[in-house]
């Protein structure tokens, strides 16, 4: 990328050694926690990893450390369930439609942050916003809001893998397909939706103007919508492995759900509404998550 800065190399570099240390610490922690409960573990593990990773935001004053830990920690959570924890009878082909959903669209969604990352000086802009709102109190909405919450809410949303992955014994059945098709059709619709999303802003020359090509033309965030997709994936495979624990697997795809109907599709309109003159006709017209394909052009 042209935009990225002259010492992107050594940026990266570091951002790499943080998602190293992080790991190194969950790991370490997931170790000595070993003969605790799988959850427990892993649970405390990921607080652990974040705790690095918030070190590195503190320590360079840029809460953007965190970003990609969102894709990351459910593709070592999924390895160390299935190298660690599973049980010798759990259903194979379950176990495998778990990691091909999670490590697809891990893989996309870390990729995705990678190319659209300039260096130390890139931060969200919702970052940005909230260290202006909060002054010296940043830090503590930052480590509570930016790092903490969403570990907590990825981590629920794992919950589900527990069971397809390390318990599930129960043979493949419908709902195990049909979980993977939602969730690989996630990983599609978030994969096209970035992919026109990256091509807009860097052809784009006319300020204020709205993307409504593509998927863009039925959903003002499809991209979200094949992140919810996703989580609905997981819970049902994991539903289908252990369906007596519904409502542990429920929690955390709901809870991402929550997250982004309430909170991110609301602050990004927000903000589309104060830098887009048209923005306002484009939300009547179209709908905000969940694809309108009979919308007259």
């Not at 799988?38 to 965190?66: E, K, M």
């Not at 593509?214 to 994991?238: D, Q, T």
């Amino acid at each position: 990328m042209s935009n990225r800065e002259p010492n992107f190399s050594k940026a990266r570099n570091l951002m790499i050694l943080a998602y190293v240390f992080s790991i190194a610490a969950a790991v370490g922690t997931a170790y000595l926690l070993k003969e605790s409960h799988p959850l427990i573990c892993f649970g405390v593990a990921d607080v652990v990893g974040t705790l690095v990773i918030f070190a590195f935001s503190y320590f360079y004053d840029n809460s953007s450390f965190y970003d990609a830990y969102w894709s990351v920690a459910p593709m070592v959570i999924a390895l160390g369930l299935f190298f660690f924890w599973a049980v010798p009878d759990v259903e194979f082909i379950r176990q495998i439609l778990a990691l091909i959903v999670v490590f697809a669209w891990g893989i996309r969604l870390t990729f995705n942050w990678y190319r659209g990352w300039t260096g130390l000086a890139h931060q969200d802009w919702r970052y940005v916003d909230l260290q202006k709102q909060h002054g010296k109190a940043y830090w503590l909405v930052s480590f509570s809001g930016i790092h903490m919450f969403p570990t907590v809410l990825v981590f629920m949303g794992c919950i589900p893998l527990y069971a397809s992955i390390a318990l599930g014994t129960a043979p493949i059945g419908v709902l195990d397909i049909l979980g993977f098709l939602i969730g690989m059709t996630g990983f599609f619709f978030e994969f096209f939706a970035d992919n026109q999303l990256r091509h807009f802003v860097l052809t784009n020359k006319e300020k204020g103007k709205i993307l409504k090509t593509g998927i863009w033309a039925y959903s003002r965030h499809p991209n979200y919508f094949g992140e919810i997709l996703f989580w609905w994936g997981i819970f049902l495979l994991g539903y289908t492995a252990k369906p007596e624990w519904w409502y542990y697997h429920l929690a955390g795809a709901l809870s991402i759900t929550c997250l982004f109907i309430f909170i991110s599709i609301p602050m990004i309109d927000k903000r589309s509404l104060e830098r887009r003159p048209n923005y306002a006709e484009h939300m009547k017209k179209v709908p905000g998550l969940i694809p309108n394909f009979f919308i007259k052009k």
